[in-house]
């Protein structure tokens, strides 16, 4: 990735940041479907500058990336976030530093519904005993394990996102609402032009792992 274009989320006193980021997200996620390169494939990236940040997990800034400065400008992010102009400051495309030394990863964690799996952990468990010959109280201890692990991974940043249906009658209120969990990695640096998910991110497979460039 050798351009970038960043973003900057301006929250007030009455839209705070996370209402922000799913509106600024939810059309970033449009323009890139849009712009797709395959079926499921984007050629530009996201990156999330302030990832980790005390203040917001994921702090104001979104950055993009694309392999040459006219891929990102032909995007024209100014007219898909136009209903959100006096929330987002868009800046110029610039060139990636050339002394970058670091770069990560930025991939989709998903979870099963924690709720859904205490409810059958009884069912769960017997299951497994029964198919492996394993005592269905170690079992439920293993799969508790396994629920607590995920109490502590969950709490990874995330943006509130809306499912689009390919139905054109449906409106936003019929459709369903996720959490978009955000996991970030260190990576080495890859040599070829690897495509990402539509949401800008690397999809989790080794061979197609894509990593971003690392800088403030």
Request: charge should be neutral; aromatic fraction near 10%; proline fraction near 4%.
């Amino acid at each position: 990735m050798n351009y970038y274009l960043d973003l900057t989320l301006l929250p007030d006193s009455d839209v705070n940041l996370g209402f922000i980021w799913q509106k600024v997200f939810q059309q970033i996620h449009l323009m890139l479907v849009e712009n797709k390169v395959g079926k499921h494939d984007s050629a530009i990236a996201i990156s999330f500058p302030q990832y980790g940040d005390k203040a917001f997990p994921l702090g104001n800034k979104l950055r993009l990336f694309g392999q040459t400065d006219i891929a990102l400008e032909e995007l024209n992010v100014s007219t898909w976030l136009a209903r959100l102009e006096d929330y987002v400051h868009i800046k110029a495309v610039k060139p990636v530093p050339d002394n970058v030394e670091k770069f990560v990863l930025f991939t989709r964690k998903q979870f099963k519904s924690p709720v859904k799996l205490r409810a059958d952990i009884d069912i769960n468990a017997k299951k497994i005993a029964e198919k492996n010959g394993f005592d269905v109280e170690e079992v439920k201890q293993r799969l508790s394990v396994s629920l607590d692990k995920f109490d502590t991974e969950s709490k990874l940043p995330y943006i509130n996102m809306t499912s689009l249906s390919t139905n054109t009658d449906s409106t936003i209120d019929q459709q369903s609402s996720f959490k978009l969990f955000i996991e970030k990695q260190p990576a080495e640096k890859q040599d070829g032009n690897k495509l990402f998910t539509c949401y800008g991110l690397s999809r989790r497979e080794r061979a197609k792992q894509a990593c971003v460039p690392w800088f403030n």
